[in-house]
């Protein structure tokens, strides 16, 4: 069973950066339940470590050549530095799941 503060399960396909605006892309589906700006992606280290960074905005993306449509998060925290873009960045978020939370960085994984 999932713990109640999971409002969605999103499904990571790729993810990318733009420094110097220090936001984190991510690129995939929402396999169930809810994601909006404001909420927080929960990314798992392990099973028992993780992070939260904040979803500035969530945008629907068509790709050229393919029938789906695609969801885009853009991470974005008024505390990410340069260090933190590159932290997330680095982990190569992708075929992947995330889970979703309207709290922030005060949850147990």
């Known amino acids: 069973m999932e713990p109640s503060w999971i409002k969605g399960r999103f499904k990571a396909i790729e993810s990318y950066t733009i420094r110097r605006r220090n936001e984190v892309y991510i690129l995939g589906e929402l396999l169930d339940g809810h ?7 929960v990314i798992s280290f392990n099973s028992s470590i993780g992070m939260s960074v904040k979803i500035e905005s969530v945008s629907t993306v068509k790709i050229f050549g393919f029938s789906r449509t695609y969801t885009l ?14 932290f997330v960045f680095g982990m190569k978020i992708g075929n ?3 889970r979703i939370s309207e709290e922030g960085p005060n949850i147990s994984v």
């Open 35 to 41: 994601v909006q700006a404001g909420w927080y992606a």
């Open 96 to 98: 992947e799941p995330l």
């Open 73 to 86: 998060l853009v991470l974005k925290d008024d505390d990410m530095d340069e260090w933190t873009t590159d």
